[in-house]
């Protein structure tokens, strides 16, 4: 297996899958009832406030938004920083980047810090769904169900047609992917009413070990 293999392998997008589903669950149980993840929720309410006047409604919620437009710059100066050469390869940079980040989020006390708390996680969600895009050259997201809900059932309307195992292939990866984010959420759930705010550090550890997995393969090559 070469190094765009284990990339875009299925082990790691089952993991950052669920990765992406517990900071969803975990910025909405204890960070103010918010999803860090999918910006469009936050684009709609920030337009709503503007038509209404509420220019500071307006602006918090889009401070999220210009980050995890900061986060998918990043990704791609990383990119073409740090695309050969040195002792890691730009996605262990960007891997490491998340693990400081959201290590960062765990000490800060909620209540008045929800707010940095869910900037710094849309920043990071930014940075994974722009870092890991393909999933054995289909394109997915990590983060959010949206896409991968359309094109699985879009490869499982060809499979029905067709019965091509390649396209039954597809959709059972695009469904098992959007199954990941479905345990993310429901241990993000269950860990962060017991550890609260230290809760995501159990993210930490799963991109440990895709770090780990990414590196060992490089190593191997």
């Given at each position: 297996m070469n190094r765009k293999n284990i990339f875009e392998s299925f082990t790691v997008g089952g993991l950052l899958a669920?990765?992406?589903?517990?900071?969803?669950?975990?910025?909405?149980?204890?960070?103010?009832?918010?999803?860090?993840?999918?910006?469009?929720?936050?684009?709609?309410?920030?337009?709503?406030?503007?038509?209404?006047?509420?220019?500071?409604?307006?602006?918090?919620?889009?401070?999220?938004?210009?980050?995890?437009?900061?986060?998918?710059?990043?990704?791609?100066?990383?990119?073409?920083?740090?695309?050969?050469?040195?002792?890691?390869?730009?996605?262990?940079?960007?891997?490491?980047?998340?693990?400081?980040?959201?290590?960062?989020?765990?000490?800060?006390?909620?209540?008045?810090?929800?707010?940095?708390?869910?900037?710094?996680?849309?920043?990071?969600?930014?940075i994974q769904v722009e870092t890991f895009r393909t999933l054995y050259g289909n394109p997915y997201a990590t983060t959010m169900c949206t896409g991968n809900l359309r094109s699985g059932t879009e490869k499982l309307f060809f499979f029905i047609i067709n019965r091509n195992n390649h396209e039954k292939k597809s959709f059972i990866q695009y469904y098992s992917i959007i199954l990941f984010f479905v345990v993310g959420v429901i241990i993000g759930n269950v860990l962060t009413k017991v550890h609260h705010e230290m809760a995501i550090l159990y993210t930490v550890g799963i991109l440990f070990i895709v770090f780990l997995l990414l590196l060992l393969e490089e190593r191997s090559e």
């Amino acid at each position: 297996m070469n190094r765009k293999n284990i990339f875009e392998s299925f082990t790691v997008g089952g993991l950052l899958a669920i990765v992406g589903g517990y900071l969803d669950s975990y910025t909405y149980v204890i960070r103010g009832g918010v999803f860090s993840n999918a910006q469009t929720g936050n684009i709609i309410l920030c337009a709503i406030n503007l038509s209404e006047g509420s220019f500071n409604r307006a602006i918090y919620y889009s401070i999220p938004v210009i980050s995890f437009i900061i986060g998918i710059l990043l990704s791609e100066y990383a990119k073409k920083k740090f695309i050969s050469g040195g002792i890691f390869h730009w996605r262990h940079i960007m891997i490491i980047v998340e693990m400081i980040i959201l290590g960062t989020v765990a000490f800060l006390p909620k209540g008045d810090w929800d707010f940095m708390a869910n900037i710094l996680v849309s920043l990071t969600c930014a940075i994974q769904v722009e870092t890991f895009r393909t999933l054995y050259g289909n394109p997915y997201a990590t983060t959010m169900c949206t896409g991968n809900l359309r094109s699985g059932t879009e490869k499982l309307f060809f499979f029905i047609i067709n019965r091509n195992n390649h396209e039954k292939k597809s959709f059972i990866q695009y469904y098992s992917i959007i199954l990941f984010f479905v345990v993310g959420v429901i241990i993000g759930n269950v860990l962060t009413k017991v550890h609260h705010e230290m809760a995501i550090l159990y993210t930490v550890g799963i991109l440990f070990i895709v770090f780990l997995l990414l590196l060992l393969e490089e190593r191997s090559e």
